[in-house]
């Protein structure tokens, strides 16, 4: 009687064990759940609070940086700092390669590093904007004002009487160098980038400026004036003719202006 009891306890401790392992195993499939979940979140998952903290330490290190560079400025020019002598001590001090600078005006330049991430640098602060996953095109500044840029010839549109013009690189220049363009202004901030195909909707007597652009630094620019180079279409066409007499009529066309393609002037002779 004793052994049956002993036979039924073990099998029922065995029966309380599995259930428990499997509530075990259960509990930490979900603990593992949630930790996966954590740590793969696009938005705020662990890798990426890591990621992100680490971007957040390299920018204000390379900010700690500038502002050693903007020191050693300072104590060469009894506290003055100017924008073209920041620029070449950043260089000095190796904090992003050369050409990695672009100067914006005589106050504010934009610094782009290795990693992407860009900066607004002045004078008196340093300001992180944004980071580009775009490749840019490196090309020392030599080699960058040397690179060839043409805008064609402009083409006049008889129903609008504006003109359009194309932009084209030269040859052998890199398609990652950007065209960029303005019309009529010409200030750094200003330019607009080319889609491509044409800039249309042009007047007589505008002035059109174009560049390439590397993502930081501009190549020396070039223009043109839209102007009426092309002199009017005159037609003299015979009407009839008859003893004694010969009626013309003389048609002028000037897509530029506008003039109309009609006869202007009827004569007989």
Do not use: C
């Amino acid at each position: 009687m004793q052994k049956i009891n002993l036979i039924e306890k073990v099998e029922q401790n065995y029966g309380v064990t599995l259930i428990t392992l499997v509530i075990t195993i259960i509990v930490l499939l979900i603990l593992a759940g949630i930790t996966i979940n954590l740590a793969l979140d696009p938005n705020h998952g662990l890798f990426v609070r890591t990621k992100e903290t680490g971007e957040r330490y390299k920018i204000s290190e390379y900010i700690d940086r500038v502002e050693i560079s903007k020191a050693e400025v300072m104590l060469k020019n009894n506290g003055k700092v100017t924008i073209d002598e920041l620029i070449e001590q950043i260089y000095k001090d190796k904090i992003v390669p050369r050409g990695n600078i672009a100067k914006l005006n005589e106050e504010k330049a934009r610094m782009v590093t290795e990693e992407g991430y860009i900066f607004e640098i002045t004078g008196e602060n340093t300001e992180y904007k944004e980071k580009t996953d775009e490749k840019l095109e490196a090309l020392p500044e030599p080699e960058l004002q040397k690179a060839s840029i043409t805008i064609n010839a402009p083409e006049w549109d008889s129903s609008t009487h504006t003109a359009s013009v194309t932009i084209e690189r030269g040859e052998g220049i890199s398609n990652r160098l950007k065209i960029q363009y303005q019309v009529n202004v010409y200030e750094e901030e200003g330019w607009k980038e080319y889609n491509g195909t044409s800039v249309t909707e042009l007047e007589h007597g505008d002035t059109i400026y174009a560049r390439l652009w590397n993502g930081l630094n501009g190549t020396n620019y070039t223009s043109i004036k839209i102007e009426d180079n092309i002199a009017p279409t005159i037609i003299v066409k015979i009407d009839s003719t008859g003893t004694n007499q010969i009626k013309a009529s003389v048609t002028s066309k000037d897509d530029q202006y506008g003039m109309e393609d009609k006869p202007t002037y009827t004569f007989e002779i």
